[in-house]
Nanobody
Framework: QVQLVESGGGLVQPGGSLRLSCAASGFTFSNYAMSWYRQAPGKERELVATTTTSGGTTNYAGSVKGRFTISRDNAKNTAYLQMNALKPEDTAVYYC??????????????WGQGTQVTVSS
């Protein structure tokens, strides 16, 4: 059974930090690129950060670049999102996603259930 389980969300003051974790099971984690998305109330889900299968390459949305860091530990089947200098506009439900390309245009994608991050004083 495939599972992605996020943890580490919560309430934090502006300027604070949180570290989200995404524990994977039921598939070969090291074969999948990992991403973090977020969805704020009334807004569409947006891509926050991605990392390749090895973790050697990362990409970030402009709004979080320099503040967030995505990483992964393939030995632990876990991905992370370190969030620093948090702002109220970072408030959202954060989701991790695993994706593997299949053929020329297909993909195999899994989603976690999400974890709430609230930035407020």
């Amino acid at each position: 059974q495939v599972q992605l389980v996020e943890s580490g969300g919560g309430l934090v003051q502006p300027g604070g930090s949180l570290r989200l974790s995404c524990a994977a099971s039921g598939f070969t984690f090291s074969n999948y690129a990992m991403s973090w998305y977020r969805q704020a109330p009334g807004k569409e889900r947006e891509l926050v950060a991605t990392t390749t299968t090895s973790g050697g390459t990362t990409n970030y949305a402009g709004s979080v670049k320099g503040r967030f860091t995505i990483s992964r530990d393939n030995a632990k089947n876990t991905a992370y999102l370190q969030m620093n200098a948090l702002k109220p506009e970072d408030t959202a439900v954060y989701y991790c996603s695993a994706v593997r390309k299949i053929g020329l245009s297909g993909e195999d994608r899994y989603w976690g259930q999400g974890t709430q991050v609230t930035v407020s004083s």
